[in-house]
């Protein structure tokens, strides 16, 4: 059983933020949270990092919220190569795709980047909100379809990713959407060298030579995880 642990994640000011500040709760009065809270049979729990919050083989019922820290879910073929598939940051959802579509265990783990701290809310509730449920739980309920739905938006970006032919093309096609994203050409990534190439699906030795090959050409330069896209 997971253990409640008290407080939210820091704001930019070292606040304590309470849930009710995260996009899941968007447009519900604060005093109304505690209520959902719970309602969804709400637990917290805490994690240092490299710990894993979930692992293959376990049968989700729940949705994660990061409160606070970040995780990378990961895939292992049958050799124990790992792939990231996202990294999930503080107010974002993890497990939420596989609660909703019951499946019998999961083919993924969460890995804790920093310590992390998680709220676990029961999927079924939230989906089916009894007769005369709450507005604010029909609220919760929209904008957990909201943020499930930009989920599979940034999953179908990575297959965008790695479907291309090259390791090149595969560095492109990121680069450039995370220039797009910071509406900069000069921009950082979350990833380090092994996470970019564990990302892409690449070998680490053939992504460090594509971009030096492309900083020599003077398409990027970079130091880093920090890079410029150049202009011929």
Not at 18 to 35: I, Q
Not at 92 to 97: E, I, K, P, R, V
Not at 124 to 151: Q, S
């Amino acid at each position: 059983m997971l253990r409640w642990v008290e407080g939210g994640k820091k704001g930019g000011d070292g606040s304590v933020m309470e849930p009710a500040e995260f996009s899941l709760f968007g447009g519900v009065d604060p005093g109304e949270v505690p209520k959902l809270l719970a309602r969804f049979d709400a637990h917290e729990e805490s994690f240092e990092k490299g710990e894993l919050l979930f692992r293959e083989g376990d049968v989700p019922h729940e949705v994660g919220l990061v409160l606070s820290g970040a995780l990378h879910v990961m895939q292992d073929d049958f050799w124990g190569n790992a792939s990231i598939v996202s990294e999930v940051g503080e107010g974002d959802l993890f497990g939420a795709s596989s609660a909703c579509d019951p499946v019998p265990a999961l083919d993924t783990h969460g890995l804790a980047l920093v310590p992390t701290r998680a709220l676990y809310l029961d999927t079924g509730r939230i989906l089916n909100p009894p007769p005369g449920a709450p507005a604010c739980h029909v609220r919760a309920l929209a904008n957990f379809a909201r943020m499930l739905a930009g989920k599979y938006a940034v999953l179908n970006r990575k297959i965008t990713h790695t479907a291309k032919r090259t390791t090149r093309g595969k560095v492109l096609s990121y680069l450039s959407e995370q220039a797009a994203l910071a509406g900069s050409d000069l921009f950082a990534i979350p990833f380090n060298r092994q996470q970019l190439a564990d990302y892409l699906e690449v070998d680490r030795a053939a992504l460090s030579k594509v971009l030096a090959r492309m900083r020599d050409e003077g398409v990027i330069d970079f130091d880093r995880s920090t890079f410029r896209l150049l202009r011929p």
